[in-house]
């Protein structure tokens, strides 16, 4: 059986601790690897070799920082497919999914190619009499990133990349159910160029989450994962001084008007609602069709379409839509889920439970599953199933679209599909949600901008990637100067008597 070990101080070590998890292959249902757990002193080890490590990483000028990231998107590139093909294996996903999770990770490095231009800070001229004030952005020194399953290449880079760039040295705790690709992308950095201990992988339970919230060498720590544990980690790390920025789980909704073009809007939540076995904090996982006419319209779009989808283990090729989730325990928890919405009076229009696929029937495969007639109060709604479930609400009139989106706990992103452009830019302005998409089902913004949600979504006040993930892992300093004046006359050849 292979067992997955650590990266410490530029090198795959074996864990110590004699505790290990099972890495499956979700398609097949089978132990493919276990992955070594860390104890609190191998974690702690890990930090101050990476203490010691960023000194040298953090006096390092922003340029050849940035150029540590040029050659990693080169090599990103170069190992895309062997990338994608591990991540597949562990996750399930799709291989298009699993190249496209490598992609949007790959997009944050390239900006933080333009690190030294994030780093500027500001300078002002004559601030009072002989007085210059200038501030600069400086690294926090340690910073930690723990990371979710579901985006095991995608989030780690969302991390390491301007944690790095800025100068700072990482603990990278990755999700224990596929640790594979992170340690390749660790691999990929240290032949980029990156000094050995900068970046350490530390595969691990709670037990070593604690010990980073517990350190009092690490200066920040940014979290994906659900929602209680992103309110835990966000409230110890706070309670030790520690700068936090944590996203927790999503309940998006999907508004569609009656002026929408169906097939759009169709196609927009077969994808959005189904990609990635719903395995997405992004995922559209509510429709809510304005008027009984417009839902009507709605089902008898989505049924055709979701009885193609072709569910199946990523290597039967490329048109596979999506493939299995990620554990046992997680496609029961749906199927359950699914269950409930039936018990509560919703309308199963398409029922995913008793999905099978022969040569795979220990797979955690769940079938695609649409319910109409869902209401506020069902587990289903109130739920992030996590799943490849679409519930469909529906809504008398806008208003009512708007409160379902506005009301509800969780604020990651929404889309409305219109073609009337005052309705979009009420809506745009009007959602209380951090990503909106106008007749665009997933509005995860480009690198450059941030990612971030609204609500029980997100804890903390900097969001990821962009202007934001700069701010997060640097702290400004600011400096006013002045200086004695007379010197400027130069030297003094004659004896001056004292005055």
Not at 291 to 310: C, S
Not at 342 to 356: H, K, M, P, W, Y
Request: include cysteine.
């Amino acid at each position: 059986m292979k067992e997955i070990g650590h990266w410490i101080n530029g090198k795959h070590v074996a864990g110590t601790s004699g505790r290990f998890a099972d890495v499956y292959n979700p398609a097949t249902g089978e132990v493919q690897a276990k992955v070594a757990l860390a104890t609190k002193a191998e974690l702690d080890a890990a930090i101050a070799a990476a203490a010691e490590a960023q000194k040298a990483w953090g006096a390092t000028n922003p340029q050849k920082r940035a150029r540590v990231m040029m050659e990693l998107v080169r090599l990103i590139n170069r190992d895309m497919d062997k990338l994608a093909e591990a991540l597949s294996s562990e996750h399930g996903k799709t291989f298009p999914d699993a190249k496209g999770d490598v992609q949007r990770g790959l997009e944050v490095i390239e900006f933080c190619i333009g690190a030294p231009q994030m780093l500027k800070g500001e300078f002002t001229d004559s601030a009072g009499p002989g007085i210059d004030m200038y501030s600069m952005r400086q690294p926090l020194g340690v910073v930690a990133g723990i990371t979710p399953f579901n985006f095991p290449a995608m989030i780690p880079l969302w991390k390491m990349g301007p944690a790095l760039s800025s100068g700072n040295a990482m603990i990278l705790k990755p999700s224990e159910r596929d640790p594979s690709v992170p340690l390749m992308l660790a691999e990929l950095c240290q032949e980029a160029g990156l000094p050995d201990g900068v970046l350490q992988v530390v595969n691990g339970d709670k037990e070593s989450v604690d010990a980073i919230l517990d350190s009092e060498i690490i200066q920040a720590v940014g979290f994906v994962g659900s929602t209680p544990i992103a309110q835990y980690i966000y409230e110890r790390a706070a309670a030790t001084g520690k700068r936090a920025q944590c996203f927790g789980g999503a309940k998006n909704h999907m508004i569609i008007m009656p002026d929408a073009d169906m097939d759009q809007a169709a196609d927009a939540l077969v994808g959005a609602g189904f990609g990635a076995a719903g395995e997405r904090c992004m995922a559209i996982s509510v429709a809510v069709p304005v008027g009984d006419e417009t839902a009507d319209r709605l089902i008898e779009k989505l049924v055709p379409r979701i009885e193609k989808l072709k569910v199946g283990p990523y290597t039967a090729g490329d048109d596979v839509d999506y493939g299995p989730v990620v554990t046992a325990a997680a496609a029961e928890r749906i199927k359950g889920l699914i269950g409930s919405g039936v018990e509560q009076g919703a309308t199963l229009v398409c029922d995913g439970r008793n999905f099978s696929l022969q040569g795979y029937e220990n797979g955690f495969f769940v079938g695609p599953t649409l319910f109409d007639n869902v209401t506020r109060d069902m587990e289903i709604y109130k739920q992030e199933i996590f799943g490849p479930v679409l519930s469909t609400v529906r809504a008398k009139t806008y208003e009512e679209a708007l409160s379902y989106a506005m009301d509800h706990e969780y604020g990651n992103g929404t889309a409305i599909f219109t073609r009337d452009g005052d309705t979009a830019r009420d809506f745009a302005n009007r959602i209380n949600i951090g990503m909106v998409g106008i007749n665009v089902p997933i509005p995860v913004p480009l690198a450059y901008h941030t990612f971030g949600g609204w609500k029980k979504s997100g804890f903390g006040d900097l969001n990821q990637h962009g202007p934001d993930g700069f701010r997060f892992y640097t702290r400004t300093k600011t400096i006013t100067s002045r200086w004695p004046s007379g010197i400027k006359e130069g030297s003094a050849f004659n004896f001056k008597a004292m005055d």
